[in-house]
């Protein structure tokens, strides 16, 4: 029989993208977390384009300029992982329809450095913004 939860008990937290964030906590500091962070960081933006979001496009703007330049104080492995995060970012600033290239190229640079759930959360964003690209 299952128990009642106490009246004064807190509501799960969840997260967008649970594999992410929980890569990130449990990465060794230095170049894996740093990717994590900065994935997951890119992808609630590339979510967040997503027209059922209803995030205006000023605020995707104000939230990519500082997500560019957050990242450039990252210690990320290799140019390519930052140039294709600053591209995702500029791409979730945009109307939307460039956003999931953009995934697609972070997820191929980075899938050294994510595990198969992270990879699979990144996939499904991918196919939804696909999705809303041809609604559109």
């Keep these: 029989m299952l128990a ?21 906590g449990r990465a060794p500091l230095g170049g894996q977390r740093e990717v994590a962070l900065a994935v997951y960081v890119a992808a ?8 059922e979001r209803g995030l205006s496009h000023e605020a995707r703007v104000e939230r990519a300029a500082g997500a560019r330049h957050w990242v450039s104080m990252l210690a990320l492995p290799t140019p390519l992982v930052r140039a294709s995060l600053v591209k995702l970012f500029d791409a979730s600033a945009g109307a939307g329809a460039d956003v999931a290239e953009a995934l697609g190229n972070v997820i191929t640079v980075t899938a050294q450095y994510l595990e198969p759930a992270s990879r699979a959360e ?8 696909l999705a809303a690209k041809a609604r559109a």
Aim: charged share 15%.
């Design 44 to 51: 609630r933006l590339a979510h967040d384009v997503l027209p």
């Design 4 to 24: 009642a939860k106490p009246p004064y008990a807190l509501a799960s937290t969840s997260f967008r993208f649970g594999a992410l964030a929980s890569l990130a």
């Design 122 to 129: 990144l996939d499904q964003l991918a196919k939804a913004l």
